[in-house]
């Protein structure tokens, strides 16, 4: 891990915590020790530098604003690995005690979510209310509905085949992550100087390859036991917030929550794409800011 790559943002400590194993993981730490923490979990090919335009204003509310990267991206360890979901989640609730965190409100965003709703159920006495953007969570209800929207998820397939994945996540000129990034986005797509720095780090080593195992081991092993939290409930607050341009994950997919947690509520968002927190980063800090005065 090359740290002397790492962006500069105003007001963040870096912090490389030891999860055992030899695993690494990076989190850029902003905010008043001592302030009610929030974790915010990205998703692919992201990593921590996806919350940069949140990071200063919610340090700036008094709180504790903990970004990791997660196992396999960004400046975290790429260790040879499955990349199970669940391992990725009991990393982060390894990252919280080791920076004396007992509880945080967790957000997330695309993989974060399945991440961090097996945070939330695995470490339930960490998490205080779980904040989603175009996200799923715990309950994917796996039925004929769900086989019918399974075609929107064609461009898995690729990225999981070894060999095929790596070398078009690892791509220099990100050729697949434009394409189909702006196909996900409705036509939007990242700013150009963060496409690169995502795409610089997916070129690091056994990152591409971590990447890919992300998708294939969910592919092969997890949706099979999509239901496994099916009769689960949750009772921390919920909210997620969803841009219906997403062709990929769509309201069809969060079928069920309201059942499974007290007070869930989702609000979607005409007009805006997958790519919700760089699209309208002041509509998800605002509602971010409410959803966080609850917890």
Known sequence: MNASSLPV???????????????????????????????LVHGFPQNWWAWHELIGPLAADGYRVLCPDLRGAGWSSAP??????????????????????????VVAHDWGGPIAAYLT??????????????????WLKFDLTAVRHLWRFWYQIPISLPVIGPRLLSDPKGRFFRMTGRWVGAGFYLDEVDFKLYQRRMREPGHAVAGSRWYRTFLTR??????????TSLNIPMRFLHG?????????????????????????????????????PELVLDRLRSFLQQT
């Open 244 to 280: 219906m341009g997403d062709p990929v994950i769509t309201p069809t997919l969060l079928r069920g929550y309201a059942e499974r947690a007290a007070g869930f509520q989702l609000e979607t968002v005409d007009d805006v794409g997958h790519w919700i927190v760089d699209q309208r």
């Open 80 to 105: 040879d690995d499955h990349y199970y979901k669940k391992d990725m989640a009991d990393d982060l609730a390894v990252v919280l005690d080791r920076l004396g965190v007992a509880k945080v409100s």
């Open 121 to 138: 159920l695995r470490h339930p006495e960490k998490v205080a209310g779980f904040f989603g953007l175009n996200t799923v969570g715990p």
């Open 222 to 231: 997890e949706l099979i036991r999509a239901g496994e939290f099916a009769k």
């Open 9 to 39: 943002l105003a007001g963040v400590e870096h912090r490389f915590v030891d999860v055992g194993g030899g695993v690494t993981i990076h989190v850029a730490d902003a905010g008043p020790a001592d302030g009610p923490a929030v974790m």
